[in-house]
T-cell receptor
């Protein structure tokens, strides 16, 4: 079964700082990769996804992620964060043959104005 | 736009009681997924349904059962509740069960077992 690792569970940074959240997965086959965001008191929302093609994908709100197959990684980046980016971020993967999502433990990001 | 609806949003039960959680997918969505997120944990897949049939099963205890009805809503039935069942239960829906289809999540039901 696939598994997902996220590091630095708690991240605190100032507005305009750059953000990078790491995501590594363990699965040798074909995968789809996702980043979800959960704002305080709200449900999980899709930020971006990778299925195939260009390994650099752009999502909503200025986020982007790069799929590096050789490193089994799908790191999330934003060049300049805003206070409104305060949220929990989950990396998720599903594999060929099933559509269940396997999530990482999440990154709690706090942006200080 | 209509979203996934879950009810109730909060539920408090005693040990050994039963609980029923409901999920109403986005209109026209035919696939429903259930996930369990324990305190400080990542969401864990429980079970999914496509066109009213179980399509996948994860780490769902035998004490739990679920089904999808003709109107595509789904119910998760939990019996003989244990303290460890306290968690946030998410439902998600998608159009079709293809793995590339985005899963849209509901707000979750927070279950507390005392």
């Amino acid at each position: 079964a696939q598994s997902v690792s996220q590091h630095n569970h708690h991240v605190i940074l100032s507005e305009a700082a750059s953000l990078e959240l790491g995501c590594n997965y363990s699965y040798g086959g074909t995968v789809n990769l996702f980043w979800y965001v959960q704002y305080p008191g709200q449900h999980l929302q899709l930020l971006l996804k990778y299925f195939s093609g260009d390994p650099l994908v752009k999502g909503i709100k200025g986020f982007e992620a790069e799929f590096i197959k050789s490193k089994f990684s799908f790191n999330l980046r934003k060049p300049s964060v805003q206070w409104s980016d305060t949220a929990e971020y989950f990396c998720a993967v599903n594999a060929k043959g099933n559509n269940r999502l396997a999530f990482g433990k999440g990154n709690q990001v706090v942006v200080i104005p | 736009a209509a979203g996934v609806i879950q009810s109730p949003r909060h539920l408090i039960k005693e040990k050994r009681e039963t609980a029923t959680l409901k999920c109403y997918p986005i209109p026209r969505h035919d696939t429903v997924y259930w996930y369990q997120q324990g305190p400080g944990q990542d969401p864990q897949f429980l079970i999914s349904f496509y066109e009213k049939m179980q399509s996948d099963k994860g780490s769902i205890p035998d004490r739990f059962s679920a089904q999808q009805f003709s109107d595509y809503h789904s119910e998760l039935n939990m019996s003989s509740l244990e303290l460890g069942d306290s968690a946030l239960y998410f439902c998600a829906s998608s159009l079709g069960e293809d793995r590339v289809n985005e899963q849209f999540f509901g707000p979750g039901t927070r279950l507390t077992v005392l």
